[in-house]
């Protein structure tokens, strides 16, 4: 009709984004979600102790099924941190590769379950807590189901009660990273933190992994120069190709440990192979030492002569994380100032010194309650120790590089 007015059309508003992750009639319930990841993560580490001790069973000319599952299930539940008691005292001494594996598929595990329950870039601490807590549960019910189910024989025994507890804190501090990363949460929380922080717990992580890292290649060199002597060693067992396996797969299970040594090594404190002894660079003290292929690479004098700048390492890996340190700081502004740069500096050292200790800490543990009732190194030693060289020599690399690009800043030839 004529002087009726139109309508315009109105263009519909789009629709607000959701947060990813499934609709919400279809996401898992969070128990069963925990379950299955953390059984997932479960069943893959203690396959592979289990295949380890199927070899090591080769060498005393094999062992019935019920016996290897029994050992399998000790080393699972060690390579976790659990204790285990023996007819020859206490048991300790954690496989840090078998940890490390556990702790990457619990790690996956609070991701899928974060995933699975919606929180995926949620940004909320409340989903990633209760995806993480939830893995805690689930792991910590297996393994104290492991405990009681296979800790009754003669050979070893452990407390349910402290395998769950201990699985369940393990799958924790595994899980909650994984679960923050998922959620978005992790970014989040980073982001609120004063530059300095941020700066000083990256160059501590990475002067840390320097450290072990030189800590890894030395002990490497050292076995491959003494290798000679390892093959003889596992030559005279006379166990065939299988046997001779599994003595090398045990070994390997325990290279972080002897990485950590390594390092304990270099940063000053050394560590020990029994009661009463000593390996340090200042100090060699050895007893009697287990038929072990890879022990015959320890020193047995005080550092000297060419290998003396190895001892040097741990400072190396401080300068060059301090360098670092500058060349990422340029990247948000020209030359850094002499504030940020030594606040992040100093907060370096204590967390390198912190790391370092914690793993130093976690790579020991009694072989019984005899001699060998103290192995490894100390790591409230090796934490004091390092923090203070790893500290010193960010300073020194931060001050250098500042210096330096101080001065291309004055001649316009730094580079972005």
């Known amino acids: 009709m004529a002087g009726t007015p139109t309508e315009t059309p109105t ?109 995926r870039r949620t940004g ?102 003494a290798g000679g002597d390892a093959s003889a060693m596992i030559g005279s067992y006379h166990t065939g190709v299988a046997g001779q396996a599994g003595l090398t797969l045990l070994c390997l299970v325990f290279a972080p440990n002897l990485a950590a040594w390594a390092m304990a090594y270099l940063v000053g404190p050394g560590f020990a192979i029994g009661v009463g002894t000593t390996v340090s660079a200042a100090r060699v003290r050895l007893g009697a030492l287990p038929a072990v292929p890879v022990l015959t690479a320890l020193p047995t004098t005080p550092v000297s002569g060419l290998t003396a700048p190895l001892l040097g390492l741990p400072l190396a890996a401080g300068m060059a994380a301090g360098a670092l340190l500058v060349r990422r700081q340029m990247r948000q502004s020209r030359v850094p100032g002499w504030g940020p740069l030594l606040a992040g500096a100093v907060l370096a050292g204590p967390v390198a010194g912190l790391l370092l200790g914690l793993t130093a800490w976690a790579s020991g543990g009694p072989l019984g309650s005899g001699r060998l009732s103290q192995t490894g190194p100390s790591g409230l030693s090796v934490a004091l120790v390092a923090s203070g060289v790893v500290a010193v020599g960010v300073l020194i690399g931060a001050a250098t590089m500042r210096v330096l690009q101080g001065g291309a800043a004055g001649t316009g030839k730094v580079r972005p």
């Not at 379950?35 to 062992?63: F, N, P, Q, R």
């Not at 539940?77 to 590769?97: D, F």
């Not at 549960?137 to 009754?152: E, K, R």
């Open 124 to 225: 909320s601490v409340r989903l990633a807590a209760l995806a993480a807590g939830s893995v805690a549960l689930a792991y910590g019910v297996f393994g104290a189901i492991a405990a009681a189910a296979a800790g009754g024989g003669r050979e070893w025994s452990a407390s349910p009660l402290v395998a769950g507890l201990v699985f369940g804190g393990f799958a924790l501090l595994a899980a909650a990273p994984g679960a923050a990363v998922e959620s978005g949460a992790a970014a989040r929380s980073w982001r609120r933190l004063p530059h300095a922080v941020r700066d000083g717990v990256r160059t501590g992580l990475v002067a840390a992994l320097l450290v072990l890292g030189a800590g890894a290649a030395v002990a490497g060199v050292t076995i491959a120069v």
């Open 11 to 119: 263009a519909p508003s789009p629709a607000q984004p959701s947060p990813p992750g499934p609709p919400a009639g279809r996401r898992a319930p969070v128990l069963l979600a925990a379950a299955i990841t953390a059984g997932w993560a479960a069943i893959v580490s203690y396959a592979s102790v289990l295949a380890i001790v199927a070899l090591l069973a080769m060498v005393s000319g094999g062992a019935p099924v019920p016996a290897v599952l029994r050992f399998g299930t000790g080393g699972w539940l060690l390579a976790h941190g659990v204790p285990l008691r023996t007819g020859a005292g206490p048991l300790g001494l954690v496989p840090l590769a078998v940890s490390v594996l556990a702790g990457w598929r619990v790690n996956r595990a609070g991701v899928h379950t974060a995933r699975a329950i919606g929180a």
